[in-house]
């Protein structure tokens, strides 16, 4: 079997876009169900510190509504809908290819 380059190239770049993939979702893999990083104000004693009034702390609500968090999830479900495409197209392909090629065998 020959490759020609554009051949070659696509199944490198594939190859390449695959293991970041794979990264980016391990990596993202806890960070969805946290809320994101929000810088906090300062203790610096009595005259600095200053209490909300008339609401209760919720935090259970705050990171489930926690837009970036929210934000990061849809990314993740995306990209694990878009490998599964991927993997489906490949077998699909492989399937034709073979059954064409075993149709030409003695």
């Keep these: 079997m020959t490759d020609t380059p554009t051949t070659a190239d696509t199944l490198e770049a594939f190859g390449a876009t695959y293991l970041r993939l ?6 993202a893999s806890e960070s969805q ?3 994101g990083y929000t810088p906090r104000a ?3 004693g009595d005259a600095a510190t200053i209490r909300s009034n008339g609401t209760t702390s919720d ?3 705050g990171i489930f509504l926690d837009g970036r968090r929210l934000a990061l999830r849809e990314a993740v479900i995306e990209a694990e809908r878009a490998q599964e495409l991927a993997l489906h197209t490949m077998q699909t392909a492989i399937a034709k290819l073979e059954g064409l090629t075993a149709d030409e065998r003695p």
């Design 42 to 44: 300062r203790d610096d």
């Design 22 to 27: 794979h990264q980016a979702l391990d990596n």
């Design 33 to 35: 169900w946290q809320a």
């Design 59 to 61: 935090p259970t609500v």
